[in-house]
């Protein structure tokens, strides 16, 4: 999530409110319970960690891949997972913008329990933890506010988190979001597009004023731009040489672990990100279908939209573990020392977060994480 001063950058999807008419080919019974409305995905406490791998997991999986294009062409489904009911079974639950007026009765896909959780639209988090936001003194920790250089434009200007350190071919690079650092690509409000080569600043212009002079240079965009061809939403920047923790370590976080963990239902995790500082919750949902979108630059028009498969739904109720500005964070999972990565955050409602899965990111860029 990135932000821009004057209010919060999340760009809402053109979602409608859900007409809750679910045709009898979609949806089939599951005997006589009955599926209720929540919040938020019901949570259990499963004596197993079911990451995607779990072979029940998979089977319900593959049930959700299999029906998610119809359920999104009903207005309001904003995306579906795979997350488990009280008992810890696999279920799938469908994302909803907008509270239903009133629960659907239908219980199932193809035999496997559905529930649904009014989580609002999904935004992209590009914009508070006095010291995720101030300049600090080089080499900075990361988990802090920054974003490009020449991120105004429209009246505003723009910025997120600079989450964590990757090592790609020798060379460390700072990693981030790709809106928050490469999603100007008109040369309209600013007279600029993001190029390879241009700065990346400590902190964003959101925290010194829209004035970039009152910032400082710690890194150089790398141009491999993630969107709209990939399946992340990820930037990376060269670090300029004194100007970042050669450890990676992440403010209130500290030094993290260089191996890398699945996510699983139920899992703890948590993040340091420039608005809501460090913040705890758990995994809710996997193999989440969602669609989000991007601005042309900041305070832009719509440049297009983008429908993610296989991402990772975490618990962010009332915006507390991801808010506006938070766009860019590593997510880790809950340990004291040298926790492993779990996912890059990059968008979410009132209700719930989405991270691209990390070993997903890496992938896309040939790179491994610094730590321990």
């Known amino acids: 999530m990135k932000s821009r001063i004057g209010r919060s950058n999340w760009k809402l999807l053109p979602l409608l409110a859900l007409a809750l008419v679910l045709t009898t080919t979609m949806w089939t019974g599951c005997g006589s319970e009955r599926m209720d409305t929540v919040t938020g995905p019901g949570l259990a406490a499963p004596s197993l960690e079911l990451t995607i791998d779990h072979a029940a997991m998979r089977a319900v999986m593959e049930v959700q891949d299999r ?187 500290g030094t993290i672990s260089a191996s890398t963990v699945a996510a699983y239902v139920g899992q703890p995790v948590k993040k340091s990100g420039r608005t809501t500082g460090l913040t705890r919750s758990t995994v809710s949902g996997l193999n989440a279908t969602v669609s989000i979108t991007y601005e042309t630059e900041c305070a832009g028009t719509t440049a297009f939209t983008k429908t993610f498969t296989g991402q990772i739904m975490v618990a962010n109720r009332a915006s507390k573990f991801l808010a506006g500005g938070d766009s860019g964070s590593l997510m880790v999972e809950d340990v004291a020392l040298n926790p492993r990565a779990v996912g890059l955050l990059f968008a979410g409602s009132i209700s719930s977060a989405i991270a691209n899965p990390i070993n997903e990111v890496l992938s896309f860029f040939g790179a491994s994480m610094v730590g321990n």
């Open 67 to 253: 029906h998610t294009p119809d359920l999104f062409q009903i207005d309001g489904v904003v995306g579906t997972a795979t997350t488990l009911n009280a008992a810890g079974e696999p279920v799938i639950v469908v994302y909803l913008a907008k509270r239903p007026p009133e629960a659907i009765t239908s219980e199932c896909l193809d035999g496997v329990p559905v529930t649904t959780a009014v989580t609002g639209p999904f935004r992209a988090m590009k914009t508070v933890s006095t010291s995720h936001t101030a300049k600090q003194v080089p080499p900075i920790q990361l988990g802090t506010s920054g974003g490009w250089r020449y991120d105004l434009a429209n009246g505003y200007c723009c910025g997120g988190t600079l989450g964590s350190l990757i090592l790609k071919g020798g060379t460390q690079y700072v990693m981030s979001n790709y809106h928050v650092l490469e999603a100007d690509i008109v040369a309209g409000g600013n007279s600029r597009v993001a190029t390879a080569g241009d700065p990346v600043i400590q902190p964003g212009l959101i925290d010194v004023g829209c004035v970039a002079t009152n910032a400082q240079d710690v890194a150089t965009l790398a141009g491999i731009k993630s969107l709209p061809g990939s399946n992340v939403d990820a930037a990376i920047a060269a670090v300029i040489p004194g100007m970042v923790r050669t450890d990676g370590a992440i403010l209130e976080i």
